[in-house]
């Protein structure tokens, strides 16, 4: 049986009631209207304040306090009756800066969502559609509500904590149901009347989230919005001292500052407000004026950002002034998080790690970022159970590399375009998977747009994608025109810099050697193990005879746990691997997505093996569902597909051929896939067709294995044999004589 559950989202979410019903039932007032019959209606927006006239008082009462329903006029339009199991909410007033129960007759009025108001003059309980007076929806006594089903009694006088829940709850419901603008209207009445209670950070959360929750994913918040946004998630770390709730403010904080550091448009729109002189730049001394509507909220260097020294900042330097803004916020938002809160227990120490490192790197300081994580995986590395090392790990790897490689390859080709006479010579494969040989001087590769795209694609394709562009773009300015000329020497110096700053001793390969060597000496097992296993990702020979123990299970983390079950897997040892991947799942139950993917693919991996498909499908079909993104998911795939495929052949089953086909057929349409994975997956396509004689449609994937992914090789030339067969099968020996004189030409062009 598959052991591993499907990855679950361990999002916080707020709880929202179950109905409407359970808190009427339990707080300070009473709903009522109509009979059953009567259309029950949504609460939405209430009354900010009512102005309540006192004269209304004196309307003359019922005779009798027994409850009653009274018709309501004939009109035009249905009359619209309060829902008797809706929520009524007591109302309030500002009265001397202070929110006051709007009161008639020292008793307390309470509104529901669609304007219908409960109120006492002292005598009489009325529901009607104005406080105090209007059309009369019913009356009675304090048992108003009593004729009908599970009525309750209204209350002369609201009990605060009934009341406070109520308005909290019927909040968050208006905020799951995308009511923001209820949703906002109670939570800013909750956090007015109730600044001290416990759910106030809480409140303070979702108001920072609603600020910005109704924009669409191509509209940009305006200044007012992050303004309230960013002033709300700093009232959650003001207000409670919850690890939980100050992780999920930073968090969302961040994720705001992220989304705006990616298209400040919102930001640069409210910095060119202080454009009094209408020329669509802020001048110096306009730039004072922004300096201090923006306080410390977005720290901007106006000479950092001036470029050309013209003292003004125009548009295009006010974006990356706005952007690099909200990366040094983010940084400092992190950084005060680690400081205040990063020695509590339950603090998110690897992620403020990662995301300083982030903005680090967002503000072109990938040696920084670098240095940070390597203190960090220094300090924590020996802790098992801090997964976010494991985390920082994998970004360290893959950070050193990108930017080695960018490094290098940018200055590799900045010096070449220095040198236009220099020969060069380099080879790239077409379309069609054939090589091709390419030769010339810098300068005539350059200057023919099709030989330049190539050379820098195949050659240069991890260099700075803003200068290969413009290398691109400029072509032969790059060698004659004065302006492009000393940009491209004020490229190659700053590369040149970049270069000579780079860490090189913090290379994974070096770094982590020497981590591995300071972790054995001091016996911290945990670090070792993480060491060994990133120097053998890395591919280093340093360590590669070692072969992981089933007793080093407990000092094991997630990510060195899967390293540990591959090697087992590969030294066929089957049980071992099964036992590594129950660990994990057992010990680590919240581990998700990558890691669950990785277990379940290394437990498929062990079925086939032993030659259980059933459960073998049953893993990788769990591997892709925790994980559908992940870079092994089409292989997943196309295991599966096999499990499948030998399962229809064991029990003789059509439906599995034509499931296993259709499995095939995902990892061949997906556009991650290589060109020999499209061919395997197009030939065994046509497989499972002939397996139930569907000679016919099985023709048509062998020959399109033939043509479609001709350079997969061993694929392409089976194929060949194949469709021949199925064109023989139905009779078409036209076909057939076309794929003859297509396979000697393939042979001749890839054999």
């Known amino acids: 049986m598959n052991i591993f559950p499907h990855s679950k989202d ?41 102005a309540v006239a006192n004269d209304q008082a004196e309307e003359k009462l019922e005779d009798s306090l027994e409850p009653q329903i009274l018709e309501p006029e004939e009109e035009t339009e249905p009359v619209e009756a309060p829902n008797p199991n ?73 009990d605060e904590e009934y009341a ?206 670098l240095q940070l994580y390597f203190e960090d995986i220094r300090k924590f590395g020996n802790n098992p159970n801090n997964l976010g090392v494991d985390d920082i790990l994998k970004k360290y790897c893959e950070k050193y590399q990108y930017y080695e490689d960018r490094f290098r390859q940018t200055l590799e080709i900045l010096e070449k375009l220095q040198n236009p006479s220099e020969a060069v010579s380099f080879s790239f494969t077409d379309r069609k998977g054939i090589e091709q040989q390419v030769s010339g001087t810098i300068e005539e590769i350059i200057l023919d747009r099709s030989k330049s795209l190539t050379y820098l694609s195949s050659q240069y394709k991890d260099m700075d994608p803003k200068i290969y562009e413009e290398i691109v773009k400029f072509r032969g300015g790059v060698f004659n025109n004065p302006d492009h000329i000393e940009k491209f020497k004020g490229y190659l110096k700053k590369y040149q810099n970049l270069q000579a700053g780079f860490p090189k001793e913090l290379s994974p390969s070096k770094a982590f050697a020497s981590m591995l060597q300071e972790a054995e000496s001091g016996n911290q097992k945990t670090l070792e193990l993480r060491m060994r296993a990133n120097l053998d990702r890395i591919g280093s020979r340093i360590g590669s005879g070692y072969n992981p123990q089933t007793n080093e299970f407990p000092a094991a983390s997630p990510s060195v746990l899967v390293w540990m079950g591959e090697k087992m897997l590969n030294q066929n040892s089957l049980n071992d691997a099964l036992a590594a991947m129950e660990r994990l799942t057992q010990v680590f139950p919240n581990a998700e997505g990558e890691l669950l993917f990785s277990a379940n693919y290394i437990v498929g991996q062990v079925h086939d093996k032993n030659r259980d498909f059933s459960e073998a499908a049953s893993s990788y079909d769990a591997a892709i569902t925790n994980a559908p993104w992940h ?49 395997e997956c197009s030939f065994m396509m046509g497989e499972c067709l002939k397996e139930i004689r569907d000679y016919t449609g099985a023709s048509r994937h062998f020959d399109d294995t033939t043509s479609r992914y001709a350079s997969s090789g061993k694929w392409a030339e089976k194929a060949f044999d194949q469709a021949i067969y199925c064109y023989e099968k139905i009779g078409r020996p036209e076909q057939i004589d076309r794929l003859e004189k297509r396979r000697d030409d393939w042979l001749r062009r890839y054999q």
């Open 10 to 50: 361990f999002s916080k979410v707020m709880m929202f009631p179950s109905c409407l019903l359970l808190v009427f039932a339990s707080i300070l007032l009473s709903g009522c209207g109509g009979d059953e019959s009567a259309p029950a209606e949504e609460t939405s927006s209430g009354q900010d304040s009512v």
């Open 631 to 679: 870079a092994k998911a089409n292989e997943a795939r196309v295991r599966k597909g096999y499990a499948l495929y030998e399962i229809a052949k064991s029990d003789k089953d059509n439906e599995k051929f034509i499931l296993a086909q259709a499995t095939f057929g995902e990892a061949r349409d997906s556009d991650e896939s290589s060109m020999e994975l499209k061919g």
């Open 86 to 158: 809706g929520v009524f909410l007591p109302m309030y007033e500002e009265q001397g800066g202070k929110m006051e129960v709007v009161k008639l007759n020292n008793h307390p009025v309470y509104s529901n969502g669609k304007g219908y108001f409960l109120w006492t003059n002292g005598s009489l309980w009325k529901i009607t559609t104005k406080a105090g007076s209007g059309r009369t929806i019913a009356s009675g006594g304090e048992e108003i509500v009593g004729s009908w089903p599970q009525g309750v009694s209204a209350r002369f006088s609201p």
């Open 164 to 369: 406070k829940q109520a308005m909290f709850r019927l909040a968050v419901s208006f905020q799951g149901s995308q009511d923001n603008e209820n949703a906002i209207r109670l939570f800013q009445q909750f956090v007015t009347l109730f600044p001290e209670d416990k759910l106030v950070a809480e409140v303070y959360l979702s108001m920072g989230d609603l600020a910005t929750s109704g924009l669409g994913p191509d509209v940009q918040p305006s200044m007012k919005q992050i303004r309230q946004a960013r002033t709300s998630y700093s009232m959650v770390r003001e207000k409670t001292q919850e690890i939980g709730l100050i992780s999920d403010a930073t968090a969302n904080e961040s994720g705001l500052l992220e989304r705006v550091g990616e298209n400040p448009e919102g930001l640069v729109n409210h910095f060119l407000t202080f454009d009094k002189d209408s020329d669509k730049c802020v001048g110096k001394s306009e730039f004072g004026t922004l300096q201090n509507d923006l306080g410390d909220s977005f720290p901007i260097v106006f000479e950092s950002h001036d470029m050309n020294g013209d003292g003004k900042l125009q548009f295009e330097e006010l974006y990356d002034a706005a952007s690099t803004a909200c990366y040094k916020s983010l940084e400092l938002l992190y950084t005060n998080y680690m400081q205040s809160f990063g020695s509590q227990q339950g603090a998110q120490v690897a992620k403020a790690t990662e995301k300083i490192g982030f903005a680090k790197e967002k503000l072109g300081q990938p040696s920084a970022m």
